[in-house]
Structures are given as structure tokens and as C-alpha cells.
């Protein structure tokens, strides 16, 4: 028998809801003999787990209530999140993020089109917004399925597997040949969809962040490499795509990073802007020294670089990095300055929507990385926020030649962790 073995005391709903599904044991009431620990579980709502230190024994830790506890200890980046599952490989941890933050805003507006022999007349109409709420987050009995999921052998194989893939994919020399503790990895799993505008599309959101804290013996300082990678981002089965109605199709796609600290600066981003393009490459690249009184096996500087092309063929990338905000946005180039511009029009002809581009119906993979540095003795704990917006455009036309109104739905929606609900970033763990 497999059990989850909670640590300390938990009163939280999702425990309820998860001994229906799994067999729950505690410190005061063991499991038997025979059994197998299959995870384990701590509650950081109780103050007394917030010392605790977490298992070492590779199996997969479910995380509750951590934006109730400082940094944990082991763990490159502390994630606020009601529940989270966190897995231990060789060389690295993954979070995997069961609660993803959603924030949705939607606005609609339409343009009457009317022709007649010799003219074509067009009148705009006021821009109507729509709403701006917060996703609801799973609920207990929710979440309890997510966690068995997600705790699950062959989970845990599929979760290494997207990690080591994107690892080989880059052309990068890890730094794994430093001694131990000048280094340490964390990957963070965000995973979300639901469905748009109440309609039966499902779009995804599915990225993989991969964090490096890496410290330098000379030069003297210590860098936070952030990448933002992943399965990327779906629309979802289109409700409509031919002539006259085509969505919800994905127009843009941002990334946010910024480190809220100003004892860190901005060391490199990528990718920088490109225009017209059919690939770009991003990547980084610094250099790192060891003490080679204490540590005489190694060399006294090592390169650490990546570099990664990726297909970017009717989107443009637009980096609006400035100091330690670094940002990003992908964004369809038939767009131009304005939404109008993908209708299509022919005298005498009622207005089409024009063909939407591979990556506005499928999956895009904005690939984006920011290197912050510190100063070698610094080991304070960092706020950073990370997070994506993706908007979705739903156009159509009704009506005919002589008087047809086009119409556009746009939904945006903010997904990850801003200002209010930072990641805490622990600098202490990495010295050289």
C-alpha cells in the first residue's frame, strides 16, 4: 500500500477530500508496517511546520499554503501557492504548481460597413468592456485530484522528461562542472487552461521556468538566470475559422519577469526585438570563477552560455526591458497598429476576415531570459515576479455586400504572479 505521510498538524479542506482518493497517515497515527510512503505533505498554515526541514528522501513533497512561510530551505525560489507539488531529482527540483493565478478582462466592438455603387462607408462603434475578474482556483476536491495526479511514478517520469528534453534542446554548457555549492537549479511547472468567454474552447497555458542561481569566486558576484520556456501556448480547438468568422485565435503573447530588489541589476535579456523574421535565437552568456585554493580539481573559469533558435514566422518580438523589469511580446505582424487591419476588404464584396497565421491557431512557444547579478556576499532573500498575458480575438461578419458590421470579441488574460504575490528568491543558497 502507498500512503501520503503528512508532516506536523493540517487542518486544511483539500485533506478531506484527498483521504477519499488516498490512505492519510500522521507522526501520531503511523502507517503500517508494510506500507510505502508515496509523498508526503506539509501545511505551512500551521506555524509550528514553518521550521520544519523538508524530507530527504526524494519522494515528491505536497506544499500547502507556502505564501504563509518564508523561503524553504533547499528551494532556489519559494512559489505563494495554496498547493503545489514539489519533486527531487539528481541535480535539480521541480514545482509544479497545482493553483496558477488567472486573471481574465474582455472588451468587444464593432464597425458598420455599408456600400454603394460608387462608394463603401465604414462607422465605428463605441468600444464596450467587458469584464475583469480572477479565475476562480480549484476547489479542495479539486485540488485533492491534482494531487494525485501529479504525485503519480508515471507523472513524475513525464515531468523529468519534459526537463531533461529542454535541457538537451538548448545548446548550453551547464554549470554542473562547479563544485556543488556554487550552484543549484529549480524548475517551476505552470499549467492552466479553461474555458473562453464561457464558449466550449479550451485554450492552454503550459510553461516551464527554469531558475539558475549560480555564485562566482572572481569576478566576485552572483547570478539568477531565468528562462521561460514550455509546451508554450494553445488557443484551443477554434470555435470558427473560414471566411466570416474566425476564433478565438491568439494575437499576442507577453512575458513579464522583474526582480524587485534594487540591490540586483539587470545583467543581459533575450530575445532582443525582431521584425519580419522567420526564427530568432535567445540566449546568455557570463563567466564564472573558482577558488582554486579550496577547490584545486577545477578550472578558475568556467563559460556559461545558452543559445536556442526558435521558429517565430509571422509574429514579430518586441523587448520592452528597462532596468530590472524585463518584458516581452509576441505579437502576429498582420496586426500592424490596429485589430481592422484582419478584415479584408473588396468593393462591391462583403467584408472577409482574412487567414490567420500557423502560430495564432496552434502551439507558440515564446522562449525568453533575463540574467540578474548581485554582489558576491549578497544573501538576502529577492522578491520576483514572473508572468505571462495572453490575448485571444474572436472576429467575425454578419450581414451583406451592401451593409455588413464586423465585429471583434478580444479576452486577455494575465496568468502567474505580480507585484501583490512575488516569488522569493534565496541568494543565500549558492556562495563561492
Sequence with gaps: MTYIKIIGESNSAVLDELKKLLPLYTEDNPAPADAVVGAHLIDFSDPRNRNKELPGDGRPVILMNTEMTASIPGCVATIPSKCSVLHFFDDYSVWQVLDVPVKEKSEQQNMAVTQSDNSICQHMGEVSKGYERPICPPSPAELAVLIEANIDTV??????????????????????????????????????????????????????????????????????????????????????????????????????????????????????????????????????????????????????????????????????????RSEWRMRMGAIGDSIWNLFEESFLRKPKVKPLPALATQNAQPHCEAVYRAEGAFSDEVPLTLGWRVDHYHLNVDGDFMAATKHYHHVWRYVGYFESNPWKINFALVSA
Design 155 to 324: 507523472k513524475r517520469i513525464e515531468i523529468s522528461m519534459a526537463v531533461e528534453a529542454l535541457r538537451e534542446g538548448y545548446q548550453d554548457d551547464f554549470p554542473t562542472d562547479l563544485p556543488e555549492k556554487q550552484y543549484k537549479f529549480q524548475y517551476v511547472r505552470n499549467e492552466w487552461s479553461d474555458s473562453i468567454a464561457g464558449t466550449a474552447q479550451r485554450p492552454v497555458i503550459a510553461q516551464l521556468v527554469e531558475l539558475a542561481l549560480i555564485a562566482s569566486f572572481n569576478p566576485k558576484c552572483k547570478y539568477l538566470r531565468v528562462r521561460s520556456l514550455g509546451a508554450g501556448f494553445h488557443p484551443g480547438a477554434m470555435l470558427k475559422n473560414d471566411n466570416y468568422d474566425r476564433g478565438y485565435f491568439q494575437s499576442d503573447l507577453w512575458t513579464f519577469l522583474h526582480c524587485m530588489d534594487t540591490r540586483i541589476v539587470t545583467y543581459q535579456t533575450s530575445p532582443q526585438n525582431v521584425s519580419g523574421a522567420t526564427t530568432y535565437t535567445t540566449g546568455s552568456s557570463f563567466s564564472v570563477g573558482v577558488d582554486i585554493s579550496q577547490s584545486p580539481s577545477f578550472q578558475p573559469s568556467y563559460t556559461i552560455s545558452t543559445s536556442e533558435t526558435i521558429v517565430i514566422r509571422d509574429f514579430d518580438v518586441i523587448n520592452q526591458s528597462a532596468g530590472t
